[in-house]
């Protein structure tokens, strides 16, 4: 099992920034793919962005991309999530998943953080 635990969720003011990490730790893969989700109130769950183990083949959702950045420290099996320039609309509780390379869904799921935007 994988075991993943996020950090970094908060209350701060539209046009603030906030960074979310999260840590794998158990039996983790060497080849493995990360991502951020996030769910608003009322709405499905959705994709934010992705990253492989080694830090290639990052994507982004379109409604985020040129304000957050995925990044993976992989000696220590972490990915973050810097994002900028927040807007209210990005309010959501926002979950860390992970996949082997040769998985087609997100195996492993993080309890979820919380981030608000205030207007």
């Known amino acids: 099992q994988v075991r993943l635990v996020e950090s970094g969720g908060g209350l701060v003011q539209a046009g603030g920034s906030l960074r979310l990490s999260c840590a794998a730790s158990?039996?983790?893969?060497?080849?493995?793919?990360m991502a951020w989700f996030r769910q608003a109130p009322g709405k499905e769950r959705e994709f934010v962005a992705t990253?492989?183990?080694?830090?290639?083949?990052?994507y982004y959702v379109d409604s985020v991309k040129g304000r957050f950045t995925i990044s993976i420290d992989n000696a220590k099996n972490t990915v973050h999530l810097q994002m900028n320039s927040l807007k209210p609309e990005d309010t959501a509780v926002y979950y860390c998943?992970?996949?082997?390379?040769?998985?087609?869904?997100?195996?492993?799921w993080g309890q979820g953080t919380q981030v608000t935007v205030s207007s």
């Open positions: 990253i492989n183990w080694n830090g290639g083949n990052d």
């Open positions: 158990g039996r983790t893969f060497s080849h493995y793919a």
């Open positions: 998943a992970y996949r082997t390379l040769g998985a087609n869904e997100y195996d492993y």
